[in-house]
């Protein structure tokens, strides 16, 4: 079993309220999990309304399978219009 972690720092520069950028993260984060059953978490800057941190999980059998995902996962929120990513992590853990 692997573990691959996602941490992307993200900008949402559209933004102007903690409300609209719960709005942006909840439909964000609800679909990448049914899209590609991962595990998502907003990790820090809960406090600040155009910046977030979020951690995404990627648990597989193999490795290919697992940076497959996980390449996605990052072209998938790169293409969202919403927001910006600002910076990416990926670890095996």
Not at 31 to 38: A, G, H, K, P, T
Request: aromatic share 6%; charged share 30%; with cysteine.
């Amino acid at each position: 079993m692997l573990v691959k972690l996602l941490t992307v720092d993200l900008l949402i520069p559209g933004s102007s309220s903690l409300k609209e950028k719960r709005f942006v993260l909840k439909s964000l984060k609800a679909r990448l999990r049914s899209r590609f059953n991962v595990s998502v978490a907003e990790i820090d800057y809960q406090d600040k309304w155009q910046r977030c941190l979020i951690a995404v999980a990627i648990v597989g059998s193999d490795r290919e399978s697992v940076d497959g995902t996980c390449g996605q996962v990052r072209r998938f929120i790169e293409g969202d219009h919403r927001v910006e990513l600002a910076d990416a992590l990926e670890e095996f853990r």
